[in-house]
């Protein structure tokens, strides 16, 4: 009867269970935790809590890491030097379009004739303004293009941290595993010597260990995958202790950070409408070119012992090509442009709108998970601890409820990791990751009154 009643109690608790989740995945200097101390596993328990007062704890750390990764950033560096490009071009449209022309001729005959002459042609169109509007334009892009490889760059580091973070608690948890296991094998091979347990007791331990041995060699191996990808993204070679701690406390969104239209500040709509403007201003350029610039000229010279004076006048004659073509085309490209727009700005509203609902979701899982599942887990574990000193449990019956409890705790390792993943996505959609880590952003000149 008293076996009966305990694995009831042990169903109950696992059904009382909302969701799991376990410690924060790791401590490091320079962040707060909230740690509780009556964990019964011999290991520290952090929880990272999700609050409601908009605030988020940052470790400075982190802020350091990411400007440390743009900088290593060969993206981030081709970016910059894709601005300073656009920078040169916007320049040297606003240079004169077109040069003067110096002109010398000298002819000997019965009489000698001498002249020289300067010829200009003017810009009558303003064909320089339309360039000037078109480099400016493209400019703006770059820019908002370079904001948008920061945005990235930092959004996969951050992901790729959360992944190491995920996979070093887990080892954490398969050590553990391991070490529960080989107490359990040395406790049935002192029972049994004792006579108190059957040898197959005995060879059901040995086994669970060898599987909790194989469990933590495969998540050893996860944890290297991890902290590779977190090399390659980072481009920093370090130790395990020195990358950057995540957020203790993640804030939940305000009512104006979930606003429908906060996700159109993003630097890709922004340089989307950038590059719709340019396209405008090159219908207005492909128009200009169909226009007349006349070229004027002026000359002086010597015939003999006279003194000549002259002026010219040259108007070109669009009669056989009247580039109304060309102005077709760019008032197609200017629609093509367009519509790029409004496909982009549907996918970010969508993409928006997806990951506020999965952090609300996952950070909702996450507080029931600390309000009652992780305190039912740990009782469940003491008490788990406390039959089987006394031997009121079998191996199978322990084996069962301890895979259970552990089985817990991975699937609130993996339930942060989501969470922090989908905080790290809604950060992005809504365009506040440099803002989130306290990172000065470029400012970005954006165009209104798009169709959307």
């Given at each position: 009867m008293l076996l009966t009643r305990i694995f009831y109690m042990g169903v109950c608790i696992c059904w009382l269970l909302p969701m799991a989740a376990v410690a924060d995945v790791g401590t490091s200097p320079g962040i707060s935790h909230t740690t509780d101390t009556t964990d019964t596993t011999d290991s520290s328990v952090t929880s990272t809590i999700v609050s409601a007062t908009g605030v988020d704890k940052v470790d400075p750390a982190l802020p350091a890491f990411i400007q440390q990764v743009w900088t290593e950033s060969p993206a981030v560096q081709g970016a910059q030097a894709a601005i300073e490009a656009a920078r040169a071009r916007r320049d040297g449209a606003d240079r004169p379009l077109h040069n003067p022309s110096l002109g010398l001729d000298a002819e000997r005959t019965d009489i000698n004739t001498s002249t020289v002459g300067l010829t200009q042609t003017l810009d009558w169109s303003d064909k320089r303004g339309a360039l000037v509007n078109i480099a400016t334009q493209e400019e703006q892009a770059v820019q908002a293009a370079f904001q948008e490889v920061r945005r990235s760059t930092a959004l996969e580091a951050l992901n790729a941290l959360v992944g190491f973070s995920t996979a070093r608690e887990m080892q954490k948890l398969a050590k553990h595993r391991t070490q529960l296991m080989q107490t359990l094998v040395d406790t049935a091979t002192q029972r049994q010597a004792a006579g108190d347990m059957q040898a197959l007791d005995v060879i059901l331990a040995q086994v669970a260990y060898s599987e909790a041995l194989m469990t933590q060699a495969e998540v050893e191996s996860t944890l290297s995958e991890a902290e590779a990808a977190l090399q390659a993204v980072s481009g920093l070679m370090q130790?395990?202790?020195?990358?950057?701690?995540?957020?203790?406390?993640?804030?939940?969104?305000?009512?104006?950070?979930?606003?429908?239209?906060?996700?159109?500040?993003?630097?890709r709509l922004a340089m989307l409408r950038s590059r719709v403007e340019a396209a405008r201003a090159r219908i207005s350029l492909a128009e200009k070119r169909g226009r007349t610039d006349p070229t004027l000229g002026i000359r002086a010279g010597k015939e003999d012992s006279e003194t000549l004076l002259g002026l010219s006048l040259e108007i070109p004659l669009f009669v056989r090509n009247s580039f109304k073509a060309e102005a077709r085309a760019a008032s197609h490209d200017a629609i093509a442009e367009e519509q790029a727009y409004r496909d982009a700005y549907r996918r970010a509203r969508a993409y928006f709108t997806g990951a506020l609902a999965r952090y609300q979701n996952t950070s909702h899982a996450w507080r029931v998970w600390l309000a009652a599942g992780q305190h039912a887990q740990r009782e469940q574990m003491s008490l788990l601890d406390q039959l089987w000193q006394v031997g009121e449990l079998s191996v199978t019956d322990y084996l069962i409820q301890a895979k259970q409890n552990i089985d817990t705790q991975e699937a609130a390792t993996r339930l942060l990791g989501e969470t922090r993943q989908a905080h790290f996505a809604w950060l992005a959609a809504s365009n506040q990751v440099e803002r989130w880590l306290g990172l000065a952003q470029h400012d970005i000149e954006t165009n209104s009154g798009e169709s959307k």
């Open positions: 130790s395990p202790s020195q990358w950057p701690s995540l957020p203790s406390a993640l804030a939940l969104p305000s009512a104006q950070e979930t606003e429908s239209t906060a996700f159109e500040s993003l630097p």
